[in-house]
């Protein structure tokens, strides 16, 4: 596993870990539910784990 994949996350590893789908994730980033990606190359797009799970705590703060 490169360094890399340890502070990324693809769409696809993020609509498994949330169980939604890539569509939702995208859809949530258009409406400024969820963080923006980074775009780390031409054809790679992937969202810091840190805001992630920055996201995810202040989700768990809400309920």
């Known amino acids: 596993m490169s360094?890399?994949?340890?502070?990324?996350?693809?769409d696809k590893q993020l609509s498994e870990f949330l169980e939604v789908s890539r569509q939702t994730?995208?859809?949530w980033v258009r409406e400024?539910?969820?963080?923006?990606?980074?775009?780390?190359?031409p054809n790679?797009?992937?969202w810091k784990l840190s805001d992630v799970k920055a996201w995810e705590a202040g989700r768990e703060a809400e309920t």
């Open 3 to 10: 360094k890399q994949s340890l502070h990324y996350a693809s």
């Open 25 to 27: 994730i995208w859809r």
């Open 44 to 46: 790679c797009t992937r």
């Open 32 to 41: 400024g539910k969820f963080p923006a990606p980074l775009k780390l190359g």
